[in-house]
């Protein structure tokens, strides 16, 4: 484990070597145990990193220069873009919905809802959504739909807020709506341009992949997202107006924690129980990523084999470590930091951990 | 990878030590890696072991000695009970019952249904079951269910057989039919001295741990899985009325699959397309076991983090390298073997593979 220290690996040095081909793994430590009765049953291994505005990696374990997709931990990133366009503004696109364009929500009628009522006030309509649908994430709200005899549309789909961002955005720039989630649509091309100003990379040549809903993921080192996320923190080395957009983006998650996931989620959690001291936000595959502002701090975590019960104790840990949580945020949050396996009985049978010496 | 040769740490000399403490554990190599566009995106680690029914490891990789939960993998094995103390026949258990017994079902109606009749028949009701309710893992059947305002009963747990199973042996061993999934219950400890013939451990020190469904879980180490597999396989060396025992459940796997899991489901689609010449049981926690009788060998695998899509993949791999899967059946397992990743929009946009040299 590094102590808090300057480092040479600067991420926010990267640029020019962002085209270099993804490194072979090396052996991350295991970073997560779930127990079962008297045993550890199952092993998460993984990295992150903690990072200042300056690239300086205050706290890390694993291999923090490993290329990952941020996946949907990106997406209060990508909301920068609907802001500081001025597409926002021009459509009225209330705080609530900013959260809903961060959010990689539950699915549960005040998402499913929100998102649908944005797109009517734009002239657009969920068939416009290029996200594909899923059953709602939240299960009593899928099940309540099935009772109904209804079927998911695209605004259930757990990223339509970020889609009902791109589309504002695209109609802002006066670009076509259809295909706004191909690589070279002037949406995610603005987009593109933000992620590389925030993470200190050239992303022209790094590793692409398309995510769940469509749209372009690029990988990056994981220090580079842990520095984009304190740059998001605290964007004083940014144009003006990506500094107000951050602003706006941070008080829109901070104020509407539900809008960023759903009731029973941990990001929810997070945010409502520290007031928006940590803004926290999960992807697939195992990332998470967080920004601290009174820190001025990111926070980036890479589950090697993409579990999220490993994330999310990981996360609950560094905000714990870091000092985040007050005497009432960690009342609130001590489940999430040691859960507990209970079975079809209810019994209590095991615990998701952080493995000994995982965080110091 | 050790090449197929008789190894001293025979699992079937392990009698004396599994008393001993779990073993810290060991790098597991990378067995599975999840791709998405340009790269690997998630790696699962894990170990494996094929056994002959004299212990000797013929393949393997990573480290067989650690202990693990075998969870509902243990199925099969459980269900000797059932029929070779001749409770089977004394409540006229049929083939899909014995099959339902070792099944970790998806709660289809077809599954729920026999559930609820065998109890019926043997003068039980779901009721008596102690496994706990949860909504089928087939969606369709979950939103079925919900569209006609129904909540799940016990018979939906996907272990419903087994405790059906269960409680068929307390009546006739005439023990309460009540706390039939204690560990000190007749029922409990018949299937422990059968777990501990065909494993060759004395289990009574064994880690122990509370599986999701109530049922004790007993620890061993991997390689111990795989030598009870082979004895399942072909069990020369058993008592004859434990060899006519796996005789009859092997059949019943192979003769009603469907029952084992469900018509979406790995284990059915093998098992099926195999005809019953590998008869395979998933467990939680990224276990997996297989029988395959007409080697006499037996399978176990376990991946690290607990990750199914991995332990798929590595049984349709071990089985294809054995030379189990025939023309036709390699045909039909082809997108189990290689499974594409396909998003909300149904485009492919990975695949979950072997590693490199995961298996040779």
Redesign the interface.
């Known amino acids: 484990m590094s102590p808090p220290t300057d480092r040479s690996d600067d991420p926010s040095r990267n640029h020019d070597r962002a085209a270099a081909a993804?490194r072979p793994?090396a052996?991350n430590p295991?970073l997560v145990e779930?127990t079962?009765?008297?045993?550890?049953?199952?092993?998460?291994?993984g990295a992150f990193a903690v990072c200042d505005t300056q690239g300086r990696v205050l706290l890390s374990t694993g291999d923090v220069e490993r290329?990952?997709?941020p996946r949907s931990a990106i997406k209060p990133l990508q909301a920068l873009a609907l802001v500081e366009t001025g597409a926002a503004e021009a459509f009225a696109v209330s705080d609530a919905e900013v959260a809903l364009a961060c959010a990689s929500h539950d699915g549960e009628p005040l998402h499913a809802d929100a998102a649908a009522q944005w797109l009517q006030r734009i002239g657009l309509s969920v068939d416009d959504l290029?996200?594909?649908?899923?059953?709602p994430y939240h299960?009593p709200s899928?099940?309540?739909l099935?009772?109904h005899?209804e079927t998911p549309t695209p605004a259930h789909?757990n990223c339509s807020g970020k889609h009902d961002g791109f589309l504002t955005l695209a109609k802002h720039l006066g670009a076509p709506t259809a295909g706004y989630i191909r690589f070279e649509h002037p949406v995610q091309q603005r987009v593109l341009g933000i992620l590389e100003m925030m993470s200190g990379l050239n992303l022209g040549d790094a590793?692409?992949?398309?995510?769940?809903?469509?749209i372009p993921?690029y990988?990056m080192p994981l220090g580079n997202l842990a520095l984009a996320f304190a740059r998001f923190a605290e964007p004083d080395d940014q144009p003006e107006r990506r500094q107000a957009a951050c602003a706006r983006v941070r008080r829109a998650m901070a104020e509407h924690p539900v809008m960023v996931a759903g009731h029973e989620r941990f990001c929810t959690k997070v945010i409502a129980a520290t007031q928006g001291r940590a803004l926290v936000k999960t992807g697939a595959?195992?990332v998470f990523a967080a920004a601290v502002p009174e820190l001025g701090l990111g926070v980036a975590i890479k589950i090697?084999?993409?579990?999220k019960r490993?994330s999310q104790v990981v996360m609950a840990g560094l905000l714990d470590r870091l000092g985040v949580l007050d005497d009432g945020a960690q009342r609130v949050l001590a489940p999430l930091l040691s859960p507990s396996l209970r079975?079809?009985?209810?019994?209590t049978?095991?615990a998701i951990r952080l493995a000994p010496e995982a965080i110091t």
């Open positions: 993804p793994p052996d295991v779930v079962r009765g008297d045993m550890v049953e199952s092993r998460h291994r290329t990952i997709y290029e996200c594909g649908a899923h059953w299960e899928l099940r309540a099935a009772a005899g789909n590793p692409r992949g398309i995510d769940g809903c469509g993921q990988g595959e195992g090697d084999d993409g579990e490993a079975n079809r009985r209810d019994e049978v095991g």
